[in-house]
């Protein structure tokens, strides 16, 4: 019987608990055999510096310690050049021959996915899934009208068949990195491994 993978991207600079928890969420109710933290190298969607891939590497794996449904790879930050998904899930793909491969991304990114590199192969060749955080259901209609205009009835209805309701959790990495730049503490905002880390290796400081 093939495995049931799923794949988490992002940043994660730092990584933090309401990504745990939401990994955790999604897991269970699509009944997950893994989950893994993809770090991203160059994101071509999002602007500005990053915390150098070593460290939010680091992070993510004292994150996950002692977790063995929960993973990191660090296929995007091998890679050279900007990180398009479409590019890592060829690679997963050529991994994991035999696996089923869901790739997870937040509601808020649904309704921008058309404007993804290559992104009708993408959503025709690759499965999702959706993270919701309520409430969303305006959010979902509105993302659902633009997938659309953009894929035709038949895709958007395969990337919102599997959206998933998980627990708003009012946490952010901006907010973690603005908290250490003033003094502020952040325990309770990420596992305690990863708030003695950033301690540790003077990350985030003005």
């Not at 071509?44 to 977790?67: I, N």
């Not at 998904?85 to 808020?108: F, K, M």
């Not at 946490?171 to 503490?185: E, H, L, M």
Request: proline content about 8%.
């Amino acid at each position: 019987m093939s495995e049931t993978l799923a794949f988490f991207g992002g940043t994660f600079d730092p990584v933090h608990c309401g990504h745990l928890i939401i990994a955790r969420s999604v897991m269970e109710q699509a009944r997950l055999d893994r989950l893994t933290f993809v770090p991203a190298g160059l994101p071509p969607h999002k602007a500005g510096a990053y915390s150098a891939a070593a460290h939010r590497l680091a992070m993510l794996k004292l994150a996950v310690a002692g977790h063995d449904e929960l993973a990191v790879s660090d296929i995007e930050l091998a890679r050279p050049g900007r990180s398009f998904t479409y590019d890592t899930l060829c690679a997963l793909r050529a991994l994991h021959p035999r696996a089923e491969l869901l790739w997870l991304i937040g509601l808020d990114m649904l309704e921008d996915l058309p404007r993804w590199y290559r992104a009708k192969e993408l959503v025709r060749e690759f499965d999702f899934l959706v993270a919701m955080r309520p409430p969303g259901g305006p959010l979902l209609a509105e993302a659902s009208e633009a997938l659309r205009q953009a894929f035709g009835v038949r895709l958007a209805k395969k990337l919102t068949a599997r959206v998933l309701p998980t627990p708003l959790v009012d946490i952010s990495s901006t907010a973690i990195r603005a908290r250490v730049a003033s003094g502020q503490p952040i325990d309770w905002l990420t596992p305690p491994p990863v708030a003695q880390y950033v301690r540790e290796n003077g990350l985030y400081r003005k």
